[in-house]
């Protein structure tokens, strides 16, 4: 199972749209936060049909709005502040906060967690887990970049777009 994993859109649907393009043969998707409008939430549910898990980030507004965006969508499940999940067999947590991430990482429960927030990517292993930040879609700091996990090889790689 290929999985795809994105952060901190910051309303620049522009910019989301080249990075679903980027992940559209994924076979679920993963958002970690700060989308911060509701329509960004509903472009998402829009341009991608499979599985889409989704946690808050720190600058997520109207977040009533959001989740009934969500909810409009069957195949968004919107988890609230982190997610534990079982994905092609691999157990994964997501948080938005990188020290959450971290701390997350450094129990050995996961086989992956993913967090954003700082707009930095990165593939770390601490331990047995695997840590991915996979970057910015904004392209605020001039590289947007997206990622991409399989389950099969346990591996992730970091896509710019």
């Excluded at 952060?7 to 993963?30: F, P, Q």
Aim: contains cysteine; aromatic residues 6%; proline residues 2%.
């Amino acid at each position: 199972m290929r999985i795809g994993i994105l952060s901190d859109i910051h309303d620049n649907i522009w910019a989301l749209e080249a990075a679903l393009r980027t992940l559209e043969d994924a076979d679920a998707l993963l958002g970690l936060g700060d989308y911060c409008a509701p329509f960004t939430v509903a472009a998402i549910g829009e341009a991608f049909s499979r599985s889409v898990h989704l946690v808050w980030g720190n600058n997520d507004g109207d977040k009533l709005a959001i989740v009934r965006n969500a909810e409009s969508h069957p195949h968004i499940t919107f988890h609230g502040e982190w997610a534990n999940l079982e994905l092609g067999g691999r157990t994964i947590a997501l948080v938005h906060d990188p020290a959450l991430g971290e701390a997350l990482a450094q129990g050995g429960r996961f086989d992956l967690v993913c967090h954003g927030h700082n707009h930095q990517r990165s593939i770390n292993t601490v331990g047995e887990t695997l840590l991915v930040n996979p970057g910015e879609v904004m392209g605020r700091f001039g590289v947007r970049s997206v990622a991409i996990y399989d389950t099969d090889d346990e591996q992730a790689e970091i896509i710019t777009f």
